[in-house]
């Protein structure tokens, strides 16, 4: 057996051990290589160990396989080749990142009710605080001297009759749908508000690849986040997100035919290219 064959025999068989080989053998380190992805470090670490349900859908495994082996100089296929064949051993990820399911607490049925019940305080409670931030605090008067039936009262503008606007950041419950006002563009900064119609994974990286919003974007939610450009921008379900861009409306790139998947950056100016 040559040297040439010895080496194919010794190529391991699945894709993290085939990345993390390659990776070694282009002296780069986990760091190193993740910057260049422009992803978390942790992504990078996943990826290598076969740790594939952490990083949610499917879709989202296969993109970061695909980026990967482009930068290694491997072939796409083989990589994702690989995956798929691994992929029957492994039990179907859900849409929320294995981290962040083993943080949520298993909560007992009775504890449902006081969650519910401190959600509706909470809202009520923020509404109270938007009306007396907009109209102040009015006490009807009722020790004043004019009692008459035919004086004029002065209006007192009732919750019910007022609308209530909520301070920048704020979020409110309308319709079904948790809506979050845009909050003021810090300078040298883009500031993006997503607009979930379904389920979607986001990951936004600001210009020096710190993560700015690596999360589940629920269905009739919004999300407002802001960042120095050029920001990048990775949407897992693009055709059900509206996008805004420091406040005007632009519209996602579409992803391929029979894909679903948009990545796209934000310039200083708000383009998107």
């Excluded at 080749?81 to 298993?106: C, N, T």
């Excluded at 749908?177 to 379904?198: E, R």
């Excluded at 921008?233 to 406040?247: I, K, Y």
Aim: aromatic share 6%; charged share 20%; glycine share 10%.
């Amino acid at each position: 057996m040559t040297r040439i064959d010895a080496e194919v025999a010794e190529l391991p068989t699945d894709p993290g051990a085939r990345l993390r080989r390659q990776r070694e053998l282009g002296g780069l380190n986990e760091q190193q290589a993740a910057e260049q992805l422009n992803l978390d470090v942790n992504v990078v670490t996943a990826l290598e160990r076969n740790d594939f349900a952490s990083l949610g859908a499917p879709v989202f495994a296969r993109g970061h396989l695909k980026r990967y082996a482009a930068l290694l100089g491997l072939g796409e296929e083989e990589i994702l080749g690989a995956y798929d064949r691994l992929r029957g051993q492994f039990a179907q990820p859900s849409l929320i990142p294995k981290s962040r399911e083993e943080m949520m607490p298993v909560r007992g049925r009775p504890r449902w009710a006081w969650l519910v019940g401190g959600v509706v305080l909470f809202l009520l409670a923020a509404g109270i605080a938007a009306y007396v931030r907009e109209y102040g605090l009015r006490l009807p008067n009722w020790a004043g001297p004019d009692r008459s039936r035919g004086a004029a009262a002065s209006p007192v503008p009732t919750p019910a009759a007022a609308t209530l606007v909520p301070a920048a950041g704020e979020a409110m419950s309308n319709a079904g749908s948790t809506v979050q006002a845009p909050a003021a563009v810090p300078a040298g900064q883009v500031a993006l508000l997503l607009g979930f119609a379904a389920d979607c994974w986001v990951e936004i990286y600001d210009g020096s690849g710190k993560s700015v919003l690596y999360d589940l974007g629920k269905s009739g939610t919004q999300r407002s986040v802001s960042g120095a450009p050029p920001l990048s921008v990775t949407l897992g379900n693009a055709p059900a997100v509206t996008l805004q861009v420091n406040g005007r409306a632009v519209t996602p790139p579409v992803p391929p035919a029979g894909q679903t998947v948009a990545r796209f950056s934000v310039g200083p100016d708000g383009s998107l290219r």
